[in-house]
């Protein structure tokens, strides 16, 4: 049964309003155009400047609030989440397109974040130094002040999460700019922060198109902005933040599997399929290459070609469908034209690639390429769908310069049944993550999180690890003399 649609609002000095212009966009289930999940703010700069500097007015009472509170607001929202996981659930397949089971994955995954960065408030330290005249030095973490969130519609729920979790647990005040393909479930964790009894003054939450993220970013009242997404929207914002700010960037990824000549084929076939196609391939480490070795080659691309075209597609709410629709019309286009580039540039359609089921929805069937070269699109350029291009290698050495033939560095995996050649690869990878024997994507959420080359900025990780919270804090010195 289709549910009513929403109607979204932006959060700002503690009221829920509509933006200042009046404008607004539509939000439409992307697996049945005809289903309007909801009406949202078109967001201005000025909505922007005005959430900045409720926030910038605001956070001084979150930031002298205890940790131990901190800890407890997060506890609190993480308890609101699990309780509406069914509903929330519902939610996300219906606005993002995700399967029942992928977003029930991030339903559940989400409040954990939230508990783990609870408990990172309460491990916020300094460090006291010996004086030369008996006296104390030490130094105190304060939060930075104003960040700016910036995030995707890939994951709505999660990632928005290890973004606000960290940044409030600091003691920072947050503005918060979702993507505009997923409003709703942007809004939904708000309202559980604001339940769990955040000050409204700490959190901003401003919907919208590009205009509020490039405000957000140049705006000098925001002295750090978080950002997940394109390697092409991610260099725009690092130009607007410049060098006097903080600017954390994860970006795309072009994430390869190398399957060598000992491997298991029929084990190594799930996990390429799995990376490829779990997420309609919308994840920024989802398996987009094969790089297998020329002896097994042909019998790999078998099995993969027969597991890809046993993939069930369809609406994420039916039971059995292993992969919902893409997220959004232009993600059906970009899709679309990069198999069409592919076959341009002589790489061989195996399988996929073209529309499937329902005309109403962005459906595509699992596309698999082979007769791919280094110089071909795409292999270079990340499609962020359900596209997967085969290559051939002689060698572990010719493999690992396959994988490294990107400007891209987030995840790449390899499938071997030797452990020698396995390290090795790990050593070599010019990769921020490395998977083996494994799915290119699905992280662990106790484990830092971040790629190289223009995959990332390198400067901080994001999810955990001792570098996440130096990014919302700062560090002061105090000198005391008796």
Not at 289 to 308: F, P, S, T, W
């Amino acid at each position: 049964m289709t549910r009513p649609p929403h109607t979204g609002l932006n959060l700002i000095a503690g009221e829920w309003v509509p933006a200042a212009g009046g404008a607004a966009f539509e939000r439409r289930n992307p697996a049945d155009r005809d289903d309007l999940v909801g009406t949202f703010p078109d967001s201005s700069a000025a909505d922007t400047a005005a959430a900045i500097e409720a926030v910038a007015e605001g956070a001084a009472e979150w930031a002298d609030t205890p940790p131990q509170r901190r800890a407890a607001v997060l506890e609190a929202a993480a308890d609101r989440l699990a309780e509406r996981a069914d509903e929330l659930t519902a939610e996300l397949v219906r606005e993002e397109g995700k399967t029942r089971a992928e977003a029930a994955i991030e339903t559940s995954r989400t409040p954990q974040n939230l508990r783990y960065y609870a408990g990172e408030a309460l491990r916020i330290t300094g460090q006291s130094f010996p004086a030369d005249d008996g006296g104390l030095v030490y130094t105190r973490p304060e939060p930075v002040g104003v960040v700016g969130a910036i995030t995707p519609w890939n994951f709505p729920l999660n990632i928005p999460s290890r973004k606000l979790g960290p940044a409030l647990a600091a003691g920072n005040g947050v503005v918060f700019k979702p993507s505009p393909v997923t409003p709703l479930l942007a809004q939904r964790l708000v309202e559980a922060l604001l339940a769990g009894g955040l000050p409204p003054g700490a959190l901003a939450l401003v919907q919208g198109g590009a205009v509020p993220g490039a405000a957000l970013a140049a705006d000098p009242r925001v002295d750090a902005v978080t950002f997940t997404g394109s390697t092409a929207v991610g260099r725009a914002i690092h130009a607007a933040v410049g060098p006097s700010r903080r600017c954390q960037l994860e970006m795309g990824g072009k994430n390869p599997v190398i399957v060598l000549d000992d491997a298991d084929l029929d084990r190594a076939a799930r996990i390429i399929v799995k990376g490829a196609y779990g997420l309609a391939g919308q994840a920024c480490t989802g398996t987009s290459r094969v790089i297998a070795h020329e002896a097994v080659h042909d019998a790999l691309l078998e099995r993969v070609v027969g597991l890809a075209e046993a993939v069930t597609v369809g609406d994420g709410l039916r039971d059995g469908v292993a992969m919902g629709p893409l997220a959004a019309d232009f993600q059906l286009a970009k899709v679309l034209e990069y198999v069409r580039i592919g076959q341009d540039e002589g790489a061989k359609l195996v399988t996929g690639g073209t529309r499937t089921g329902d005309e109403a929805g962005f459906f595509v069937a699992p596309a698999v390429f082979t007769g791919v070269t280094p110089d071909m699109r795409i292999a270079r350029e990340e499609i962020f769908g359900p596209v997967l291009a085969f290559q051939r290698a002689a060698s572990l050495d010719e493999a690992l310069a396959l994988a490294d033939a990107t400007d891209y560095g987030l995840a790449a995996g390899i499938v071997t049944r030797d452990l020698d050649r396995a390290l090795e690869f790990a050593r070599r990878s010019r990769t921020g993550l490395v998977k083996v024997n494994q799915p290119t994507s699905g992280m662990a959420m106790t484990v830092p999180f971040g790629g190289r080359k223009e995959s990332s900025t390198q400067t901080f990780k994001e999810q955990a690890g001792p570098s996440m919270m130096l990014f919302y804090t700062q560090e002061k010195s105090i000198y005391v003399s008796p």
